[in-house]
């Protein structure tokens, strides 16, 4: 499992890398095809692969989001309570969080592979959707493997407050 | 059980789950989700489920979010707020709580090339807070304006909150921001009379500082250049409808990239460090509205948004006093809960309302971004009193109670809430700009 978990945050890491370079070439590609249309050359389907861009740094961003506990909850209530209902209401909602989370990742490979089949491609560039559907699909497969990580990490939190 | 039904059990799901500290975003999707499948059919909300999130994630108007959020962290991770800062300070320093003065004048610079308000208030309660310390300011007023300051960040364009208002509401994002331009300048002008005030009745609060000669004056004035040229160019080129709000955001982001380069004032590691917090809070906000997004939809199927606005306007209540439960309402809702999730989750219910009554929409964006950056300010959830707080520790080395804080900010809050009232009265002071675009 540790091995597992280990190689689970390498990879995590790595799509943090993979997010910073797509949102770095969003910008540069939009410059390019500002500066480009001044001189009448823009990018052709430059709005198409900025959208692509972006999808690929969200995907790649859910990990290591939901790792520093990037997201805005509210804290009020359960800052009063005992530590250890604490963590196990966490575990409640991490695990709804996984249930959600699993079936988005199910559904969107449904969806990714429906637009296959029918040959979906871009307005302009005519790309095959699909692959980046894929993407996504594979991003949140990830993502719900990085909650299933922390709600083991949250029982193993609770059994040492046991033994204590 | 009629899809009405199903709306209110939704609602109150929700918000109970809201307090176990479930991730906003991830309870208005999972209630959207099982409501909507509930209303319509299992499969359709499975469908529902990855479409949305897939189509609000390739979203071209949604791609301003990152970059835009890049751009302000390329300025915070590049000193530019040290500079504003300085400028502020020579020309306010020598009068009584000038300090204070300059420190929310300096938000406001700050703000019109960040679009977070906790972002503004953390970077200029790193520059403010050792200045006004170091002249004795009392801390009360000292944090006080850096978190009241902060909130202008959220008004003053570009805004993360109004972009995702714009999107919600299929409002132009360049309308909305140059509408914010004003009403910041207003609220500026308010806290600053607020220090003004402040330091009359009570002298010891912001003793003076040196006085400058004025080409020192001027000499820091080429410090605003930078944030000018980039402000102009990003705004100003919205305005006059030469880049959409995205190219728009690309080219501010660059710009401060190329500028902070050639100051040397980027490390490598500075830019990671931008890359990487741009990729967290992106991933925060979007996330956030496809979780909207999800809620929206399963509001729709319920017809509640429209059976309130039917129910309101058949009231034969005064459109102004509804105006004002409405603005009730989100002052309370923004002192529980983030302003960006407060507004996205209510602005689906509230707009066609608000529609309804013949107000117009985006005067109600200003409006209530203005009243949500009360909340910020507001015990028991004011993000941004914990981030000054915050800052203060790290920064001065001691600990500035979170009373003390918020006793500091109370002064400010009546400013806004005046500033609110006068755009109430004078909508055209929102609203002249936009109108000149078309």
């Given at each position: 499992m540790k091995m597992i978990f280990t190689m689970l945050d390498r990879f995590s890491g790595f799509l943090k890398l993979i997010g910073g370079v797509a949102l770095t070439c969003m910008m540069l590609l939009t410059v390019v095809d500002v500066i480009g249309r001044f001189f009448k050359h823009p990018i052709f389907g430059s709005v198409e692969l900025i959208g692509f861009l972006a999808t690929i740094v969200v995907?790649?961003?859910?990990?290591?989001?939901?790792?520093?506990?990037?997201?805005?909850?509210?804290?009020?209530?359960?800052?009063?309570?005992?530590?250890?209902?604490?963590?196990?209401?966490?575990?409640?909602?991490?695990?709804?969080?996984?249930?959600?989370?699993s079936l988005v990742s199910w559904q969107m490979f449904?969806?990714?592979?429906?637009?296959?089949?029918?040959?979906?491609?871009?307005?302009?560039?005519?790309?095959?959707?699909y692959y980046l559907v894929y993407l996504l699909a594979f991003g949140m497969l990830i993502f719900s493997v990085i909650i299933f990580e922390t709600i083991v990490h949250d029982i193993k939190k609770l059994r040492e407050l046991k033994t204590k | 059980m009629s899809p009405t039904f199903i709306g209110i059990s939704g609602?109150?799901?929700?918000?109970?789950?809201?307090?176990?500290?479930?991730?906003?975003?991830?309870?208005?999707?999972?209630?959207?989700?099982?409501?909507?499948?509930?209303?319509?059919?299992?499969?359709?909300?499975?469908?529902?489920?990855?479409r949305n999130i897939y189509e609000t994630f390739d979203s071209y108007d949604l791609t301003t979010i990152p970059l835009f959020i890049l751009m302000g962290q390329l300025g915070f991770n590049s000193g530019i707020s040290k500079r504003l800062y300085d400028a502020g300070y020579k020309f306010m320093g020598s009068v009584r709580g000038g300090l204070a003065m300059a420190t929310v004048t300096a938000c406001t610079a700050f703000g019109a090339v960040c679009g977070s308000s906790p972002a503004t208030a953390a970077t200029m309660a790193t520059v403010g807070l050792p200045e006004m310390k170091r002249y004795g300011y009392d801390d009360e007023l000292a944090t006080g304006s850096v978190a009241s300051g902060g909130g202008i960040g959220m008004i003053m364009p570009p805004s993360v909150v109004l972009i995702i208002y714009g999107i919600l509401t299929e409002q132009s994002i360049g309308a909305l921001f140059v509408a914010g331009i004003f009403p910041a300048l207003l609220v500026t002008l308010l806290f600053i009379v607020c220090i003004y005030i402040r330091c009359r009745i009570s002298p010891e609060q912001g003793p003076p500082g040196e006085r400058f000669a004025w080409s020192e004056k001027l000499k820091a004035l080429l410090g605003l250049g930078e944030t000018l040229v980039v402000f102009t160019l990003v705004i100003g080129g919205i305005f006059i409808g030469l880049f959409t709000p995205t190219e728009a955001a690309a080219l501010g982001a660059f710009?401060?990239?190329?500028?902070?380069?050639?100051?040397?004032?980027?490390?490598?590691?500075?830019?990671?460090?931008?890359?990487?917090?741009?990729?967290?809070?992106?991933?925060?906000?979007?996330?956030?509205?496809?979780?909207?997004?999800?809620?929206?939809?399963?509001?729709?199927?319920?017809?509640?948004?429209?059976?309130?606005?039917?129910?309101?306007?058949?009231?034969?209540?005064?459109?102004?006093?509804?105006m004002g439960v409405i603005i009730g309402i989100y002052f309370i809702g923004g002192c529980f809960m983030d302003a960006l999730a407060f507004v996205t989750l209510t602005v689906p219910i509230f707009f066609p309302v608000v529609m309804e009554?013949?107000?117009?929409?985006?005067?109600?964006?200003?409006?209530?971004?203005?009243?949500?950056?009360?909340?910020?300010i507001t015990p028991p959830v004011g993000i941004n009193v914990y981030v000054v707080y915050g800052v203060a520790k790290n920064v001065l080395k001691e600990e500035i109670p979170l009373e003390k804080i918020f006793k500091g900010i109370f002064p400010f809050l009546i400013a806004v809430i005046v500033g609110v009232i006068i755009l109430i009265t004078f909508p055209s002071i929102i609203l002249f700009l936009p109108n000149l675009m078309y």
């Open positions: 995907a790649a961003a859910l990990p290591y989001t939901y790792k520093v506990e990037g997201h805005v909850g509210v804290e009020i209530l359960v800052r009063l309570l005992s530590q250890k209902a604490q963590i196990c209401i966490d575990i409640f909602t991490r695990t709804l969080s996984l249930i959600l989370f449904l969806y990714a592979e429906d637009i296959q089949r029918t040959g979906e491609v871009s307005m302009n560039l005519e790309f095959p959707i | 609602i109150i799901i929700m918000i109970l789950m809201f307090l176990t500290r479930m991730p906003v975003a991830f309870v208005m999707a999972s209630v959207g989700f099982v409501g909507f499948s509930c209303v319509i059919s299992p499969d359709a909300g499975l469908v529902l489920l990855s710009f401060m990239l190329v500028i902070a380069l050639v100051r040397r004032q980027i490390t490598w590691q500075g830019f990671v460090k931008s890359l990487m917090e741009t990729l967290r809070t992106s991933c925060m906000v979007l996330m956030l509205i496809a979780g909207a997004v999800i809620f929206g939809k399963f509001l729709a199927v319920t017809r509640i948004p429209f059976e309130i606005a039917g129910w309101v306007s058949g009231l034969e209540m005064s459109p102004v006093l509804v009554l013949g107000f117009d929409p985006i005067w109600f964006g200003i409006i209530i971004v203005m009243v949500t950056e009360m909340g910020v």
